[in-house]
């Protein structure tokens, strides 16, 4: 399944409710690293509800209402967050991200 890219709006508003910050109140790690004169950033843009038909989370009950590249349905979350959130899926609810 193709993935549209994020508007440059959903993209800001997304960067300015994170602060900079992984969004999960566990890490709150800032998302990105200067060495030198150089910056990266260590940011995914997570679903909440995963985009694709087997994605994490993408059976709950509202998948098929929502808007799964809406602001409601994406988090920041550092590189680290994002694959545990994801890969443990049962630990990590829609109501409890």
Same mark, same amino acid.
């Given at each position: 399944? &193709?993935?549209?890219?994020?508007?440059? &709006?959903?993209?800001?508003?997304?960067?300015?409710?994170? *602060? +900079?910050?992984?969004? =999960?109140?566990?890490? =709150? !790690?800032? /998302?990105?690293?200067?060495?030198?004169? +150089?910056?990266?950033?260590?940011?995914?843009?997570?679903?909440?509800?995963?985009? *694709?038909? &087997? +994605?994490?989370?993408?059976?709950?009950?509202?998948?098929?209402?929502?808007? !799964?590249? *809406?602001? *409601?349905? /994406?988090?920041?979350?550092?590189?680290?967050?994002? !694959?545990?959130?994801?890969?443990?899926?049962?630990?990590?609810?829609?109501? !409890?991200?």
């Amino acid at each position: 399944m &193709n993935r549209k890219s994020l508007s440059t &709006n959903v993209t800001r508003k997304l960067w300015a409710q994170c *602060g +900079g910050y992984c969004q =999960n109140p566990d890490c =709150n !790690k800032y /998302l990105f690293v200067e060495i030198d004169d +150089g910056i990266v950033s260590l940011v995914n843009i997570a679903h909440i509800i995963g985009h *694709g038909h &087997n +994605g994490p989370r993408s059976e709950h009950a509202i998948a098929t209402h929502i808007d !799964k590249e *809406g602001l *409601g349905n /994406l988090i920041m979350l550092c590189l680290e967050c994002h !694959k545990v959130i994801d890969e443990l899926e049962n630990k990590f609810s829609v109501e !409890k991200i």
